[in-house]
């Protein structure tokens, strides 16, 4: 037991110790949360530049509708805040006639779109002759929005939103119906998303909670990336440790001095220490972050240790995996091939974790959250999702997962008791588990 | 009293006997040197006293320090492998607390420090390993493998990569091993190294044993069957010569093998025809010569085939 720590201990000092270690530990939340940072930062670099929109309103009674709109707009949505200190974030709409010198439509259009080529608008709208009283003829009765810009789609939705709620009104008139009823008659009624009612301890019961897409959905996905994040920042060094130690002839050194068991149960124990480490440091600054942002109600505290533990398992059976390929490789360009099924287990809880998501408690979630590869991940989820789960599940999960965690590193450390020795030719698979039955 | 006793071991690699039948004792205090070709069998032998390999099941056992036991792991024996053994990225320091605390010694300092002064290495104890020599790092090896001050020193190769005088510092630490009681087993291509220090040589070739025993025993079974000539003059092909097998030329001297039961008188006029013997020596065969004996035949069929 005492070798088993000065192993765990020199490994967990070699990687933390490494460049690699800190450039992870900076580089993994700028890889996770810079999108959300570049994001918050450009959202300032709006392109502030005016719209201009021609129109040609072949309806005869859409334009004002449109050009009122977009006055209207252009003074109360494009600043950030009331008031003659407003900053202008948002760019003005200008309306305009389509100023075209032709009478065939072909022609119009043609007309038009080298103006847009030619920069003089930036796109321009054709309304149908009927699309108020909709007739035989389909293209009289739509809106066609033509532009260069196909990814930019505000202008596009605008126009849409203030025409049809115009030619609305326009066909309620018609009809002789008051707006104000009708729109009271179709109002649909919401349905909302909310938890259950408890009683607390002082007889009140309590209002129910509005469940919450980010505590529903963002949560549980940013565990489980962290998770698979630790686990592949973490466990991976593993597989180099183990190819440095038969590369260098090490291996040869250490089992002169201690049980391949005892040697793989160090490198693993150091491993999850330095993973753990990680962990805290993300664990840590996530809260502080969510505390910052004042939604600490967010940050999953009840199942924080059931988290850390799955943390420790994963690392642990992975580690273990990682190790027996490093041991039946012979440099890192072979491994690599070797690590492909690995990693496909590694990987599978993300294939269905939307599945276990959005049906917590169904008989496959279950069956799926106790396969133990996909345990940390799966059953995080589901314990995540309100209202959790019985605790018998994690409980079961977990000796799960220890048992296959032992059965693991009995194997690897069969692997690599006798794949560290081999030299200049690497292990296929058939070789690895002769190794592991035959020893 | 046996520090290692080999009986009847053998050990195959798939179909490839890597050592054949192998039957050896190795007694305490002594220095034991382990000599034969590449891919002979010798680190398969070392790796299997390690207990790193076993022998094939059912094949002879392997008793070390007295003990049958299975398991590589042993704070008794310390062990220098082939070339490398050292973490690239650690400080010499750092890996030589690493190693000794393996080895179960928590007095790191008294252990080290000796060591390192003795072996020069001051300089460089708080370097990291890419930065060292191959000589220095060969130095750090032999440090790591003695440092828990083991009974049995297993040493793959010690010499290999030094300069003279770093081999002398080494072949001076080996022997100061064997004054304090430790059993040092060393294998090496140097046959001078092996006829100068070892207390008894080994070797193994093609996974057979073909010497065992000293060095003065095994010189003895192939008699004084060699001449040590010094010619004046250009030199001129001896070989010629009535009752002389083999040459060996060194170029200023060349060594003659005689053929069993010939004349050395013969010989010797017959040299005197060839101009002045400046020297003339009767004398036993040296470990290198009869190394080359027992190797060279096949290798020249092997370059043959």
């Known amino acids: 037991m005492r070798k088993t720590l000065v192993i765990a201990v020199r490994e967990y000092k070699s990687a933390v110790k490494t460049k690699?270690?800190?450039?992870?530990?900076?580089?993994?939340?700028?890889?996770?949360?810079?999108?959300?940072?570049?994001?918050?930062?450009?959202?300032?670099?709006?392109?502030?530049?005016?719209?201009?929109?021609?129109?040609?309103?072949?309806?005869?009674?859409?334009?004002?509708?449109?050009?009122?709109?977009?006055?209207?707009?252009?003074q109360t949505e494009i600043f950030d805040q009331e008031g003659a200190q407003g900053k202008k974030v948002k760019p003005c709409f200008v309306v305009q006639e389509a100023r075209v010198a032709s009478q065939d439509l072909a022609q119009m259009r043609l007309e038009l779109s080298e103006q847009v080529r030619n920069d003089e608008i930036m796109s321009f709208v054709i309304i149908g002759r009927d699309v108020i009283d909709p007739g035989e003829d389909q293209s009289e009765n739509t809106i066609a929005y033509h532009s260069n810009t196909p990814t930019y789609d505000e202008l596009r939705r605008w126009i849409g939103y203030v025409l049809n709620e115009r030619i609305r009104e326009l066909r309620l008139e018609a009809a002789d119906l008051d707006s104000d009823v009708v729109q009271k008659a179709i109002q649909s009624a919401p349905v909302g998303n909310l938890g259950l009612v408890e009683m607390d301890e002082t007889g009140q019961i309590t209002r129910a909670e509005e469940a919450n897409r980010f505590a529903t959905i963002i949560v549980p996905f940013v565990l489980i990336m962290l998770m698979f994040m630790v686990v592949m920042v973490g466990a991976q060094p593993l597989l180099q440790s183990v190819l440095?130690?038969?590369?260098?002839?090490?291996?040869?050194?250490?089992?002169?001095?201690?049980?391949?068991?005892?040697?793989?149960?160090?490198?693993?124990?150091?491993?999850?220490?330095?993973?753990?480490?990680?962990?805290?440091?993300?664990?840590?600054?996530?809260?502080?972050?969510?505390?910052?942002?004042?939604?600490?109600?967010?940050?999953?505290?009840?199942?924080?240790?059931?988290?850390?533990?799955?943390?420790?398992?994963?690392?642990?059976?992975?580690?273990?995996?990682?190790?027996?390929?490093?041991?039946?490789?012979?440099?890192?360009?072979?491994?690599?091939?070797?690590?492909?099924?690995?990693?496909?287990?590694?990987?599978?809880?993300?294939?269905?974790?939307?599945?276990?998501?959005?049906?917590?408690?169904?008989?496959?979630?279950?069956?799926?959250?106790?396969?133990?590869?996909?345990?940390?991940?799966?059953?995080?989820?589901?314990?995540?999702?309100?209202?959790?789960?019985?605790?018998?599940?994690?409980?079961?999960?977990?000796?799960?997962?220890?048992?296959?965690t032992v059965l693991g590193v009995l194997a690897a450390s069969r692997i690599f008791r006798v794949g560290i020795l081999m030299q200049g030719k690497g292990a296929k698979f058939g070789e690895m588990l002769r190794w592991i039955f035959r020893g | 009293m046996n520090i290692v006793e080999i009986e009847d071991v053998t050990k195959t690699f798939g179909r490839q006997t890597a050592v054949n039948d192998l039957t050896l004792s190795v007694p305490q205090g002594s220095i034991y040197g382990f000599i034969g070709p590449n891919g002979s069998g010798k680190t398969t032998t070392l790796r299997m006293i390690m207990r790193i390999y076993h022998p094939d099941s059912g094949r002879g056992t392997i008793r070390v320090l007295g003990e049958e036991s299975y398991g590589a792991a042993n704070d008794r024996i310390g062990y220098l492998p082939e070339e490398r053994g050292l973490y690239k990225k650690m400080r010499v320091r750092e890996i030589l607390r690493f190693y000794a605390e393996l080895k179960g010694r928590r007095d790191f300092k008294t252990a080290a420090d000796p060591w390192i002064e003795r072996l020069d290495v001051t300089d460089w104890a708080d370097k990291k390993i890419e930065a060292l020599s191959k000589g220095m790092s060969q130095k750090i090896q032999f440090i790591a493998a003695v440092i828990g001050e083991p009974e049995l020193v297993i040493l793959d190769e010690p010499f290999s990569g030094l300069d003279p005088v770093n081999t002398d510092a080494l072949r001076d630490a080996v022997l100061d091993l064997r004054k304090s009681g430790t059993t040092v087993i060393f294998s090496t291509h140097d046959m001078d190294m092996a006829e100068r220090m070892c207390d008894f040589v080994f070797m193994i070739y093609k996974g057979n044993k073909v010497l065992d025993g000293t060095l003065e025993a095994i010189q003895g079974t192939y008699g004084q069957d060699t001449i040590r000539v010094k010619l004046g003059g250009n030199g001129c092909d001896l070989s010629a010569i009535g009752g002389v097998e083999k040459v060996n030329d060194f170029g200023r001297l060349q060594e003659l093998r005689i053929i069993d039961g010939a004349d050395t008188q013969d010989v010797l006029s017959n040299l005197m025809k060839l101009g002045k013997v400046e020297h003339f020596e009767l004398t036993r065969p040296s470990l290198h010569d009869i190394f080359v004996r027992i190797a060279a035949p096949d290798e020249k069929e092997a370059d043959d085939a």
Not at chain 1, 30 to 55: M, N, P, Q, Y
């Open chain 1, 20 to 74: 690699a270690f800190l450039i992870t530990l900076v580089a993994m939340p700028i890889l996770f949360g810079g999108s959300i940072v570049v994001h918050a930062l450009l959202e300032d670099k709006v392109d502030t530049r005016d719209r201009r929109v021609a129109v040609l309103d072949r309806t005869d009674q859409l334009f004002q509708t449109l050009d009122n709109a977009a006055q209207k707009h252009n």
């Open chain 1, 244 to 404: 440095e130690e038969k590369m260098q002839r090490i291996a040869e050194v250490l089992l002169g001095s201690i049980p391949p068991f005892q040697l793989m149960m160090g490198k693993l124990l150091g491993t999850v220490g330095m993973s753990l480490t990680l962990l805290a440091v993300y664990l840590v600054g996530g809260f502080l972050a969510v505390q910052k942002a004042g939604v600490v109600q967010f940050f999953p505290t009840e199942i924080i240790w059931w988290f850390v533990l799955f943390q420790a398992l994963a690392v642990l059976l992975f580690g273990s995996l990682f190790i027996a390929i490093g041991a039946a490789c012979t440099d890192l360009k072979e491994s690599q091939s070797m690590l492909t099924p690995v990693m496909v287990l590694v990987i599978s809880p993300l294939f269905v974790w939307m599945y276990v998501l959005q049906q917590p408690n169904a008989p496959l979630s279950v069956a799926l959250s106790l396969f133990p590869p996909a345990t940390p991940m799966l059953m995080i989820i589901r314990q995540a999702v309100p209202p959790g789960i019985p605790l018998w599940q994690p409980l079961l999960g977990v000796l799960l997962l220890l048992i296959t």
